[in-house]
């Protein structure tokens, strides 16, 4: 990782994945990142990826302690 724990809000991931050309809900990225914690449960690092109220979502490099 490049950027551990630093927030990126909706409209930040809207543009970097999607650029800023295409009409697209904000709620589409709660979507997705929903999508990649199922995809990383299985290898228990769903926990990798935290919502931070009101802000976005921060990548963590950290382990929650729940799944130790």
């Given at each position: 990782m490049t950027h551990p724990e630093r927030v990126h809000s909706r409209a930040q991931l809207l543009d970097r994945v999607w650029g800023?050309?295409?009409f697209i809900e904000e709620r589409t990225v709660d979507v997705h990142v929903k999508r990649l914690r199922e995809a990383l449960a299985p290898v228990a690092c769903s926990t990798m990826i935290e919502t931070v109220r009101g802000?976005?979502?921060?990548?963590?490099q950290?382990?929650?302690?729940?799944?130790a």
């Open positions: 800023d050309h295409v802000a976005g979502y921060r990548l963590t950290q382990m929650a302690a729940a799944a």
